[in-house]
Nanobody, 119 residues
Framework: QVQLVESGGGLVQPGGSLTLSCAAS????????ISWYRQYPGKERELVAE????????IYADSVKGRFTISRDTSKNSWYLQMNSLKPEDTAVYYC????????????WGQGTQVTVSS
């Protein structure tokens, strides 16, 4: 069973940095990509960043380009979201998301971690 466990959220001042971690386990099938999404209260989740597993290609939301970096450590089966120059509008719940190929693509989600950017 696929499990994704996020950590690293918290309170940070504007301009500060945080690194979110996603520890993954249970991949018995082929992992296609890991993504980070965020969700504002009353809104749908939105894609923040994605990294594909095979070729490590990355995509970022325009709002975070140049500030956030997605990466992975295959030795630890972990993925990271380095967030720099944080803004109050980055305040949200951040979710780790996995796309696993099992004949078709199956989605898995972590439990989410709160990021609050405030002075």
């Amino acid at each position: 069973q696929v499990q994704l466990v996020e950590s690293g959220g918290g309170l940070v001042q504007p301009g500060g940095s945080l690194t979110l971690s996603c520890a993954a386990s249970g991949f018995t099938a082929s992992l296609y990509a890991i993504s980070w999404y965020r969700q504002y209260p009353g809104k749908e989740r939105e894609l923040v960043a994605e990294i594909t597993n095979a070729v490590r290609s990355t995509i970022y939301a325009d709002s975070v380009k140049g500030r956030f970096t997605i990466s992975r450590d295959t030795s630890k089966n972990s993925w990271y979201l380095q967030m720099n120059s944080l803004k109050p509008e980055d305040t949200a719940v951040y979710y780790c998301h996995a796309q696993v190929i099992v004949g078709r693509i199956v989605d898995y989600w972590g439990q989410g971690t709160q990021v609050t950017v405030s002075s």
